[in-house]
Each structure stands twice: as C-alpha cells, then as structure tokens.
C-alpha cells in the first residue's frame, strides 16, 4: 500500500491563505508542460473502470501520469514511485506550504 501525503497550509497560524485555491493551483500548474489538469480521475483494473470526480493535477513521469489531487484546500498525492518525493517537496516549497503524512 502506497504512503498518502497532503501538501497544506493549515499548519501555519501566521498564513492569512491557509487553504491552497483551485485557481491558485490551476495557475501554479499551468507553467508546468510536464503536468496537466483534469475533472476526472480514472483507474483501470484487470476487470473493471473506475473514476473518480474532483480536481486532479495529472503528472507525466516517463510512462506514468501521477494525480495530485486537490481536496477541501489541500493537495494529496500517494508515494507510489521515488521520485514523487522530491516533485512534492517542490510543490509544497512553491506553494509556501508543508507536507504531513496521511
């Protein structure tokens, strides 16, 4: 099972923005040709389709795209491969925020 982290604000009292905006992120994002955005997630197992409705930040890591998802003013992402730590790091410093687990 993958680790699941949350890049957020709500850590820090002295932040006037403690959530993390849709458009703020929709701009953030947007300077990046290696991610792209998405309303939908979809999941394809062996025997069935799933997806899923929200606001996805979709990462294109060699063969793999990678959701960052924003949820109620913070981003998720699970660690399913080593070099999503070091990208969540990034993010989180840009935003100005921090990552806890869970």
Same mark, same amino acid.
């Given at each position: &099972?993958?680790?699941?982290?949350?890049?957020?604000?709500? &850590?820090?009292?002295? $932040?006037?923005?403690?959530?993390?905006?849709?458009?703020?992120?929709?701009?953030?994002?947007?300077?990046?040709?290696?991610?792209?955005?998405?309303?939908?997630?979809?999941?394809?197992?062996?025997?069935?389709? *799933?997806? !899923?409705?929200? #606001?996805?930040? &979709?990462?294109?890591?060699?063969? &793999?795209?990678?959701?960052?998802?924003?949820? *109620?003013?913070?981003?998720?992402?699970?660690?399913? $491969? #080593? %070099? !999503?730590?070091?990208? *969540? !790091?990034? !993010? %989180?410093?840009?935003?100005? %925020? #921090?990552?806890?687990?869970?």
């Amino acid at each position: &099972m993958n680790q699941r982290f949350r890049i957020t604000r709500s &850590m820090q009292e002295n $932040n006037v923005e403690q959530s993390i905006s849709l458009e703020e992120c929709k701009q953030y994002f947007a300077s990046s040709p290696d991610f792209s955005y998405s309303q939908v997630l979809t999941i394809q197992g062996a025997d069935s389709i *799933m997806s !899923i409705d929200g #606001d996805f930040f &979709m990462w294109k890591l060699g063969d &793999m795209e990678i959701p960052f998802r924003l949820y *109620m003013g913070d981003l998720y992402v699970a660690i399913s $491969n #080593d %070099a !999503i730590v070091p990208k *969540m !790091i990034q !993010i %989180a410093t840009d935003l100005r %925020a #921090d990552v806890v687990e869970g």
